[in-house]
């Protein structure tokens, strides 16, 4: 897996789907193999697993809101983006994300 991804806002009914949806769209235009779970009013969509965690890459965080169950991307490299971003730009967001990941790798 290319990178696994989190969309959440503060009531979870419009702009969470909406950015996951934007997300798993671009990630397949771009060749990316990408899952992305909702946290919101509805609790946890599409939740990711310790090993999907574990076999990504870097996590995307489209959110301002507190973020459930962090525990289980402990050692992966986070970036945290406004959700909007997500909606809008959703393919510069992980361009974004795995130059940022790429150039901490690389130190």
Same mark, same amino acid.
């Given at each position: 897996?290319? &990178?696994?991804?989190?969309? !959440? ?11 996951? $949806?934007? @997300?798993? $769209?671009?990630?397949?235009? @771009?060749? @990316?193999?990408?899952?992305?779970e909702?946290? =919101? ?5 599409? /939740? ?10 870097? @996590?995307? *965080? =489209? !959110?301002?809101?507190? +973020? /459930?169950?962090?525990?289980? &991307? /402990?050692? *992966? ?9 997500? +909606?809008?730009?959703? $393919?510069?967001? +992980?361009? $974004?994300? !795995?130059k940022?990941v ?6």
């Open positions: 897996m290319d &990178f696994v991804a989190i969309t !959440s806002c503060p009531a979870g009914l419009a702009h969470t789907p909406m950015a996951a $949806k934007a @997300l798993e $769209k671009a990630a397949a235009e @771009l060749g @990316l193999t990408a899952k992305v909702q946290q =919101g009013a509805m609790g946890l969509k599409n /939740e990711i697993t310790v090993a999907e965690a574990q076999a990504a890459q870097f @996590l995307l *965080i =489209g !959110s301002d809101q507190k +973020i /459930e169950k962090m525990d289980r &991307f /402990e050692g *992966i490299p986070k970036l945290r983006v406004n959700i909007n971003s997500c +909606i809008q730009k959703p $393919k510069a967001v +992980i361009d $974004k994300a !795995s940022v790429a150039a901490r790798s690389s130190k």
